[in-house]
């Protein structure tokens, strides 16, 4: 069984996530798992997709606890030899009109969507197979917040040596920034949201000249994507695209031939490289 491929996608229960999955079903030659943190959400999303006619399996995982991490990396070790596509899908948002304080938004959002995505990297990349595919989900948001960062900010997130733990730096900056008040004094945008997508962006950036560095010739891609203005429960009804839309450009990622050497480390937006 350590031969077949696996696909595993993050927060695939609805939304994008589940389009994701819909569409792997369709076209990866190999077991996709679809995880949530509630297995009665997980499990009622595979008899949907049942439904359709497609097969996928289901594994319990709360990108944000790190003990269910490493419960998924075990068993995916144990039963496939590690992993071959890793779609970090999970993520929040609050909403414009959200009266929750801009501080504890904050502290929320970084800790799901740059965090907890890291340690969902972490724990996963040193099991990733060669030429695996991994699939950030970031956002053109996380580009736009950048350009309403001040001049400093910019150079240090534009930096092609940025390390992961300064990067780390920065994100942990920025929520107590919050927490003290003067994010705004300090250079910050006020959307936690777009900070902590151009963190993921800047994440896979660091990550991908990790991989070239410590796995060179293995043909692992990691790539951000930006999945566009999606309908779902976080973007809400006037959004542009459907989510099998959505999914378009982060399974082109995943599904990029053995032989591709790129795109990689780049921010990919309808299956074309962004300038950053």
Excluded at 13 to 42: E, M
């Amino acid at each position: 069984m350590a031969s077949r491929q696996v696909a595993v996608v993050t927060g695939s229960n609805k939304g994008i996530g589940l389009a994701i999955v819909r569409a792997l079903c369709k076209q990866f030659t190999g077991d996709v798992y679809l995880t949530s943190r509630d297995p009665k959400l997980g499990e009622a999303a595979v008899k949907e997709l049942q439904g359709e006619g497609l097969t996928a399996f289901f594994h319990q995982l709360d990108i944000t606890d790190l003990q269910s991490i490493r419960r998924l990396r075990d068993f995916l070790k144990q039963k496939y030899g590690g992993i071959d596509v890793l779609i970090n899908n999970a993520g929040i948002a609050f909403k414009d009109a959200d009266p929750t304080p801009f501080d504890v938004q904050a502290d929320v959002t970084l800790k799901t969507n740059f965090f907890a995505t890291r340690d969902v990297c972490n724990e996963l990349l040193p099991v990733m197979k060669p030429h695996g595919r991994v699939v950030n989900i970031s956002s053109w948001i996380g580009s736009k917040t950048l350009a309403l960062c001040s001049e400093d900010l910019q150079q240090k997130f534009h930096s092609d040596t940025v390390t992961e733990e300064e990067l780390v730096t920065l994100m942990e900056k920025f929520v107590q920034d919050a927490k003290d008040g003067v994010h705004s004094k300090e250079g910050w945008p006020n959307t936690a949201y777009g900070v902590s997508k151009l963190g993921v962006t800047v994440l896979s950036k660091v990550q991908a000249r990790t991989l070239n560095e410590k796995r060179k010739g293995e043909g692992i891609l990691l790539n951000a994507c930006c999945p566009g203005w999606v309908m779902t429960d976080m973007a809400g009804p006037s959004a542009l695209k459907t989510p099998d839309e959505g999914a378009e450009t982060p399974v082109y990622l995943a599904l990029l031939p053995l032989d591709a050497d790129g795109p990689h480390g780049q921010l990919v937006k309808d299956k074309k490289v962004e300038k950053w």
